[in-house]
């Protein structure tokens, strides 16, 4: 089997339910809010406790977390069609998230990087086979898109198009890719297929190069090909059930919010979004409906044309060389990672998904070192963030309630169930980043020589007691970034935001060297 065909083998994840939390007025609501409210009310215990006098610090204020039962634990799912959901153990209303390293293990796949004898150094380089199952998830449709109703944009398609529109696939083949850049919806360009580059939960992503203009920028991009659930597939049977319409409707939900967000965003290490193959995907408040009216037999790819970082995701790339990053390395990367995290919250957009597979390289870390004694290192960006599928725009002190993100970044606040200031739930995650590139671990994974109780706990009763500690940097190393770690895993009423990321040592003193900070 060739790399394209086992990419698009491997088992489709589908979008799940998530529905939002119950409303203020309902019991578990109040109890759950009571409950943080005691949280926060505890004295802060240390965040770096010795071994010998440590005692989980949520363990007296909330004794249930050493219960299973009532955590809300994410779920394990093993992936089924969507059609079977309701076959699935998972509580409608509980917490779905991503399950880790699912795209590594794509990858790892991939390019072979996981031989057979390849030593493991840490648990963030665990080898493929013993990658847990995945978890899934949907920010919940209770929260509005943002959409920006520009007339220009309708204006601006051609009336040829809008005649043909719903039927773009007439101009698509598998290997040539037909689209359009932002806002010049009347020059159709064409690209090249060249290789799969990657794979979430709701997407495939491809790389093109250009057969038709001479823009660099334009040269290679990355094809971001939304994944549609099965039941979407069948259109015929089902379009009048409510899950069916259930379905449509959060996904075109989640789409527009993603196009509408990375559309208004323009910053050296934020991703760009470059085009689309069918401008209707922008233009429309409800896309997806609109399309499937014009053609109800099958809904058209949709192709987000993406600038492209050709060094991949940095777990990748941290695994492909075994973890043990140098310090100026991990310090640059997290500096542009915050000076990217500064830009969204300044613009009040919160991202939900930071994690290492999100952030992606423009160049390998050999290249990187290569640039050090050259004017470049400080002219030009090496990352850039991606993945906005969870994005949202909010009031500056709005509370969020979807229960969304990855497993191993999600905040205690958001495990617990209640509502929770986004601003600080990136923070955290930001918090899981650094630590990670500094362990080659990440945080609330058992500890090394963990026993097999402990081993047998789930990383979310690690995540809600603030279960971490420093391994491989010692207690007393100078490492400003330490205090970045210690200043974010930890309560939301002590934990930085992003100004008090930005202004530590550990990033000030990079961002200040750089041309485009
Ligand atoms: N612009 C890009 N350039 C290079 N590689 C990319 C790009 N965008 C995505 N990728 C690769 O594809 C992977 C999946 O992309 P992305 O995270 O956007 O998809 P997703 O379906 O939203 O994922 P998730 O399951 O995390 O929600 C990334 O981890 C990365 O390896």
Redesign the pocket.
Known sequence: MDEYSRLFSQPKTPRLRQDGFPDSTDKQQERTSTDENKEDNQKAPSIVPTSESYTTPLTVSIPTFENVQTLPTPMTYTPLSPGNLSMSPIDQSSLNI?KRR??ARL?DDMLSIAQPNQRVVSELIAPANLLPQRVVSLPTVAEETLYSDSADDKNNIKEAYLSESGDYTDKYDDETLQGFLLDHWDQPLLWRKVRP???????N?LLYESMDQSDPKMAQV?V?RL?YPEELSHVEQINTSLRYKETLSRLENSLTRELQVLKSLNHPCI?KLLGINNPIFITSKKPLHDLIKKNPRALPPCDMI?????A??LL?AVMARNGGLEIWLIQRIFAELALAVKYLHRNNIIHR?LKL??I?LKYTFDDINNFKDSPIYYKQNFI?L??F??CKKIESDEMCTARCG?EDYVSPEILMGVPYDGHLSDTWALGVILYSLFEDRLPFDPPPNASVRQRSRATSHRIARFDWRWYRLSDDDTNTGKKIVENTLTRKNQRWLIDEVYDSPFVKDIVDTLDFA
């Open positions: 991503p699912s795209h990858l580059i990657g794979s979430g939960n709701f997407s992503v990355a971001k994944k991703v993406m600038s492209y970082c050709s991949g995701d990748a998904d597979e999100n992606l850039e991606a993945d599928g969870l990855s």
